[in-house]
C-alpha cells in the first residue's frame, strides 16, 4: 500500500516576484517570495534528468500513458486567411494560454492554470506564440479535400514558413529528439468533422533544427477563448489519452458538456500521471478508508493482468466538476488491453455505475452524461462486491474478490470499508488526505504502513495512526445487503438537460463576428471528441466509431 507521492518531489516552484522602484533610485529592488534578491532569478525550466524521456513508462503501475511533466514548453503557431481573419488578437491568446488567474471572456483560468491545477503543480505548460501566419491560400481552400489532405497541407506549409524564425528544438522539453506540442491555431470556425480543417491531433516526420517535429495538434480559434477543444487536444498531445467515449462527462477526454469551463482530467488519467496519490488495495486489505475530493484515490488490481484495475475516488460537482449531477464515490474500471473506447464494445476506461447500469458504456455522445446514480454512496448503492449489481467482476467475466461497502453519503469526506472480514478494533487506514495543496495530498497516505508496492502481502494496514475510525462499529456494517441501486434510476432523462445548461454558457457574448456562428459546434449537438464538428444525427455513430480510430490512430501512426 504505498502511495505514489514522490512525483510530487519533482514539483516546480512556481516564483511570483514583484519588482518595486524607490523614488529617486536608478535602481529596481527585486523581490522573489518575499526576499530581495540581487537579479531576476533564473526561469529557465528544469531539465528533465539525462535519460529520461516523457514517453517512456514508467513507474511500476503507473505512467502507462506519456507523461512530460514540470515546466513543460509548448508553441502555439497562429494562423489567419485572406478570407478569415483572427477575431481575437495575439496578445490576447497569449493572455489565454500562460497567464495564471486569467479570467477573461468567462473563462477561469488559462489553458496553463487548467493542468497547472489538474497536475497538482506537477505540469506547468506553457505556450510561446508565433504568428500570425498568413496562410497562402484562402481559408476556403484548406476547407476542402480529402480526410486530412489539406490540414496536412497546411501543417507542412506552416511548418517550412516558420523554420526561419522558429528554434524547433526549444520544444523538445525531454531531450529525445521530438518536439512534445506544437499547436497549430487557425483563424474561425472549426470547420467540418473528417475534412479540410477540423480540431485534431496527429503526429509528423518533419526534421528541423535538429528534432522531430513531432506531436502536434490544430484547433480553431473560433470567437472568443474556450478551453474545452484546446485542453482536449492537448490531452491528446502531450499525454497520447485517447478518446473517452462511453465515460459521459466524467473527463476532459469525453463529451464536450461545458464548453468554456470545461470538466478535470479523470482520476485514473490524473493517478497514472502521478499528480494524485494513490493507495493500492489488495486482496487482504481489510480495512476503512475516507476518500476527498482531489485525496488520495484508491486501486484495486487484477493480480493476473495488473493494468486492469478499478480505481476510486470521491469526486464532488463543484469547481470544474459543477456540470455533473451529482457527486459520491466514482468508480472506474481501466483495461489497457484494450485499445480505446468504442461503446458499445468493452472500453478501455468505463464508469462503473453505481445505480447498476450501463447505459453509459453503451451509448457514445452526446447524452447521457451524468446522473447521481452514477456514483456509489448511501441513498443510491453502498456496496460494489461479487454480487451486488453492478458486480465487481474482471473483463474476462472472473470475480475480481473486491469489496467496497458500507459506502457513506456523498460528501466532501465519503467513508467506506473495503475487504472481506471484520475491521480491525484498533482503527485502521488514514483519512484521504486534505485536497488542494500538493503536499496535502500525501497526508492521508502516510498512515497505511507499506508493504511494497503491488506486493501480495498487504497485510501491514498500519494501526492507529493517522485519522482512526471507530472500526468496530463499522464492522457491524458489513451485512450491508447488497443493494441493487434505484430501480430505472438510470435512466437519465434529466441529463440531457443538465448539459445544455451548462453548455449555454459559451456562446453567449461571442459576439460572432464572423462565420464562427457554427450553431453546429453547441455543446448539445457536439460529440464527445473536439476532433469532431457534429456530424448529422444520422451519420454521427457511423463517424464517431471513424473518430475514435482516426484520432486514436493518429496519435499512434506517423502521418506525413
Ligand atoms: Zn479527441
Known amino acids: 500500500m504505498r502511495t505514489f507521492s514522490f512525483l510530487r518531489a519533482a514539483s516546480i516552484a512556481l516564483l511570483t516576484a514583484t519588482i518595486t522602484m524607490f523614488a529617486g533610485s536608478a535602481h529596481a529592488t527585486i523581490v522573489v517570495n518575499g526576499k530581495t534578491v540581487s537579479a531576476w532569478p533564473d526561469l529557465e525550466p528544469n531539465q528533465p534528468p539525462p535519460g529520461i524521456a516523457f514517453d517512456r513508462v514508467g513507474a511500476p503501475g503507473i505512467q502507462l500513458f506519456p507523461h512530460p511533466s514540470g515546466v513543460v514548453r509548448g508553441l502555439t503557431i497562429l494562423v489567419d486567411f485572406s478570407d478569415q481573419t483572427g477575431a481575437y488578437s495575439k496578445s490576447e491568446i497569449d493572455d489565454w494560454l500562460n497567464t495564471q488567474g486569467y479570467n477573461k471572456f468567462g473563462l477561469s483560468g488559462s489553458i496553463r492554470d487548467y493542468y497547472l491545477k489538474q497536475s497538482n503543480g506537477l505540469v506547468d505548460y506553457q505556450n510561446e506564440v508565433h504568428g500570425f501566419y498568413r496562410a497562402k491560400k484562402a481559408k476556403s481552400y484548406y476547407q476542402g479535400g480529402n480526410a486530412y489532405e489539406r490540414a496536412d497541407e497546411l501543417w507542412a506549409e506552416v511548418i517550412d514558413a516558420l523554420d526561419a524564425e522558429v528554434d524547433f528544438s526549444k520544444f523538445d522539453n525531454d531531450h529525445d529528439g521530438k518536439t512534445e506540442a506544437i499547436s497549430l491555431l487557425y483563424a474561425g470556425d472549426e470547420g467540418t468533422f473528417g475534412k479540410g480543417l477540423w480540431p485534431h491531433a496527429s503526429v509528423s516526420n518533419d526534421q528541423r533544427d535538429g528534432v522531430r517535429v513531432n506531436r502536434y495538434m490544430m484547433t480553431a480559434m473560433d470567437d472568443q477563448p474556450t478551453n474545452y477543444v484546446f485542453a482536449h487536444e492537448s490531452g491528446h498531445m502531450l499525454f497520447g489519452w485517447p478518446d473517452l467515449y462511453g465515460v459521459g462527462d466524467y473527463s476532459i477526454m469525453a463529451n464536450r458538456g461545458a464548453n468554456t469551463n470545461p470538466v ?45 484495475y478499478f480505481l476510486w475516488s470521491n469526486v464532488q460537482n463543484v469547481g470544474e466538476w459543477q456540470s455533473l449531477a451529482g457527486g459520491g464515490l466514482l468508480v472506474w474500471h481501466f483495461d489497457k488491453s484494450i485499445n480505446g473506447n468504442n461503446p458499445p464494445q468493452t472500453l478501455q476506461l468505463a464508469v462503473v455505475q453505481g445505480g447498476g447500469t450501463r447505459q453509459l458504456s453503451a451509448t457514445q455522445w452526446p447524452s447521457p452524461g451524468s446522473a447521481k446514480t452514477d456514483f456509489f454512496g448511501k441513498g443510491v448503492n453502498t456496496e460494489f462486491a461479487a454480487t451486488t449489481k453492478p458486480a465487481s467482476k474482471w473483463n474476462d467475466g472472473t470475480a475480481s474478490g473486491l469489496r467496497i461497502y458500507d459506502i457513506g453519503a456523498s460528501s466532501p469526506s465519503i467513508a467506506f470499508s473495503v475487504g472481506v472480514g471484520p475491521l480491525p478494533a484498533t482503527g485502521d487506514g488514514g483519512s484521504g488526505g486534505g485536497g488542494g495543496g500538493p503536499s496535502s495530498g500525501a497526508s492521508g497516505a502516510a498512515a497505511h504502513a507499506g508493504s511494497p508496492f503491488g506486493g501480495s502481502s498487504g497485510a501491514a494496514v498500519a494501526g492507529g495512526s493517522g485519522t482512526s475510525f471507530a472500526a468496530a462499529g463499522a464492522a457491524g456494517a458489513s451485512g450491508a445487503p447488497s443493494v441493487g441501486g434505484t430501480p430505472g434510476a438510470g435512466g437519465t432523462p434529466d441529463v440531457g438537460g443538465a448539459r445544455s445548461t451548462a453548455s449555454g454558457a459559451p456562446s453567449t457574448g461571442s459576439g460572432g463576428s464572423s462565420s464562427a456562428a457554427a450553431p453546429a459546434l453547441s455543446a448539445q449537438d457536439e460529440a464527445g471528441c473536439a476532433c469532431s464538428t457534429a456530424p448529422g444525427s444520422s451519420r454521427r455513430a457511423a463517424l464517431a466509431w471513424g473518430l475514435a480510430a482516426l484520432v486514436f490512430g493518429a496519435i499512434r501512426r506517423r502521418r506525413r
Open 264 to 308: 478535470g482530467v479523470d482520476d485514473v488519467l490524473r493517478a497514472d500521471q502521478g499528480w494524485i496519490d494513490l493507495v493500492d488495495i489488495t486482496s487482504t486489505t481489510n480495512a476503512r478508508y475516507q476518500a476527498t475530493p482531489n485525496g488520495v484515490v484508491y486501486r484495486y488490481r487484477n493480480p493476473a493482468r495488473p493494468t486492469e
